[in-house]
């Protein structure tokens, strides 16, 4: 199975190298296609690459996060989940998160664009849109920041109850 997630990813990367030619450069074109591909299975939970623009330059602080995980139980299809996971600056220079991405388009994560200072909180509060969506969801948020390690990361799970289906011959509802 491992093999196929590397072969779909591997082609897919390719394609966009080869399809994709923006003033971007086709590395990074095909870091963005690749983490989207992964928005489903096991290799959503795969650490992207960092390149060094993506990183804060400066000095390095630390971050600590009250909880890195939520989960939001049961909802049923189409319904927004929301959730603030609170952290604190606890190095001794000033936080600066540069980007919080979600692991597919269903997870968009709002965060401070000032920087914390030292001691400070902090809140990143991601919204999860189940629409389209039904079984068992885990969904990540990754956190890129003047940290060591430059990456932080955030998931938030939980089980859509999708709609019925109608029957054949019935209208949809």
């Known amino acids: 199975m491992k093999k196929l997630y590397f072969l779909t990813f591997a082609l897919v990367g390719m394609l ?7 003033e971007t450069s086709s590395s990074e074109e095909a870091t963005e296609n690749l983490a989207s591909a992964s928005a489903e299975g096991d290799a959503e939970m795969t650490a992207t690459p960092v390149s060094q623009a993506d990183v804060p330059t400066g000095p390095l602080t630390t971050l600590n996060f009250a909880e890195t995980t939520f989960d939001f ?17 606890t190095g001794s220079e000033p936080l600066v998160i540069k980007d919080a991405k979600g692991s597919c388009g269903c997870t968009v994560p709002k965060w401070p664009k000032t920087p914390i200072p030292p001691g400070e909180q902090g809140e990143i509060q991601v919204e999860f849109n189940s629409k389209g969506k039904s079984g068992k969801q885990s969904k990540r948020v990754t956190i890129t920041a003047n940290t060591d390690p430059a990456q932080s990361f955030l998931t938030i799970s939980g089980n859509v109850i999708g709609k019925p289906k109608p029957a054949a011959g019935e209208p949809a509802q």
């Open 73 to 89: 139980g049961q909802v049923d299809e189409g319904e927004m989940v929301s959730h603030v996971y609170k952290f604190t600056n």
């Open 16 to 22: 966009a190298m080869v399809a994709c030619k923006s």
